[in-house]
């Protein structure tokens, strides 16, 4: 009778496990009894930690705001995961988020090449995952094909080039410019195509081309090349340890005419490295202006300085704050569900969502439809300039 009772647990138990192995990831994410796990993959260290420093401290405050109520009385919890600013380790995060940790949705990567790293696994998990900051076109659909749970919450690089392109012509009047770009970086060429294509569409001439990669220091010689073609306006769209360091150079060299980037400009480190000189007669595109008079923005700012003992957000804090509350929204308007699935059919659906940098709504390749702020440095800070809609 014993040994009948005890076959009969044990059939029980077999049968239990083998039901959970038969489950998907995305079936087995989700809550966890009263708490909703956000994995998040970023570059907490390596040549991007202030990206991803950025936007973990955005979304923090955030989560720490949402959690005062909850949603249908569970709280979020962040698991956050360092990818060390290099593409393999961020696959392997997203393993790990996917797989162990059992997220109903991962954040990051903070840059495109990051991202790019884990699209794959978000498709194949079907767990969402949204990246701020990574405004790579492929992220979420490539060749025309959609990444079904891919998501993004910043605008992309045609965009954000054709945004730069458009400046340089109608308002510096540049007829003529050079790109250097980061050729390791997805973002730096994705930028650097759209550029090239509405500057030269609008009538301008691109009078040289140049390229290094991460980690280079001195640029002296490709700079002499860029001087001698003399251009009226100098595109660099890299990330600020680089950029830093050829603005520097650049200004050494004698070269003043305008430069311009993208948002990877966009870090307290730039003007550190450059200094405040060398940035004069400099511009970037970027996701929101900290000066900028919307009530919205300006809670978001006092929020921020409050927590984070006076320090800025930067346009990653405050994109990182946005992703929790497009999160939050999603989850709420799923009726409080958070499986992976639910969560990715109400994210498809946003329409007007009011975020600090500014309403989202998504066209059909996941992307958000949003306007640009044009920034310019003046006495090693940013001053807004002007908003431009899509």
């Not at 060749?143 to 954000?160: A, E, H, M, Y």
């Not at 392109?165 to 250097?180: M, R």
């Not at 998504?362 to 958000?368: A, I």
């Not at 702020?373 to 908003?387: A, D």
Request: hydrophobic share 35%.
């Amino acid at each position: 009778m014993k040994k009948k009772k005890l076959a009969g647990i044990l059939l029980s138990v077999s049968l239990a496990a083998g039901a959970l192995a038969g489950c998907s990831d995305s079936e087995k994410s989700g809550s966890d009894g009263d708490t909703i796990k956000i994995g998040a993959n970023l570059e907490l260290t390596g040549g991007g930690a202030s990206y991803g420093q950025s936007v973990v401290e955005g979304m923090e405050l955030a989560i720490g705001e949402l959690n005062k109520e909850g949603i249908d009385g569970k709280k979020f919890k962040l698991v956050k995961y360092d990818n060390k600013s290099d593409a393999a380790e961020a696959t392997g995060g997203a393993t790990k988020l996917t797989s162990q940790d059992n997220v109903s949705v991962m954040v990051g990567a903070a840059t495109s090449t990051n991202t790019l790293a884990q699209v794959q696994i978000a498709n194949d998990k079907k767990i969402p995952l949204i990246t701020p900051t990574g405004t790579n076109s492929d992220i979420t659909s490539k060749d025309g094909k959609l990444n079904d749970f891919v998501f993004r919450t910043c605008f992309i690089d045609p965009f954000q080039g054709t945004v730069a392109a458009n400046f340089a012509k109608d308002t510096l009047k540049a007829k003529t410019a050079a790109i250097y770009i980061d050729s390791s970086s997805d973002y730096s060429k994705g930028l650097a195509a759209a550029f090239k294509e509405a500057f030269t569409a609008g009538g301008g001439t691109i009078v040289k081309e140049e390229s290094f990669v991460q980690k280079d220091t001195d640029f002296q010689a490709t700079l002499t090349n860029i001087k001698g073609a003399k251009p009226d306006f100098v595109f660099v769209p890299a990330f600020y340890e680089e950029v830093g360091l050829i603005l520097k150079q650049a200004r050494e060299s004698g070269i003043d005419v305008p430069f311009m980037g993208g948002d990877g400009w966009d870090s307290p480190k730039l003007i550190e490295i450059a200094g405040a000189e060398a940035l004069e007669n400099t511009f970037i595109t970027n996701h929101y202006s900290a000066e900028d008079p919307d009530e919205k923005i300006q809670g978001f700012v006092s929020a921020f300085k409050a927590k984070y003992k006076d320090k800025s957000p930067d346009a990653f804090a405050a994109l990182g704050y946005d992703t929790a509350y497009f999160i939050a929204d999603a989850i709420k308007r799923a009726g409080g569900d958070a499986t992976p699935e639910k969560i990715k059919d109400a994210l498809e659906s946003t329409d007007g969502l009011a975020l600090v940098s500014g309403n989202m709504k998504l066209d059909e390749n996941h992307n958000p439809i949003k306007s640009a702020s044009i920034l310019k440095y003046v006495n090693g800070e940013q001053k807004f300039e002007t908003k431009v809609n899509p």
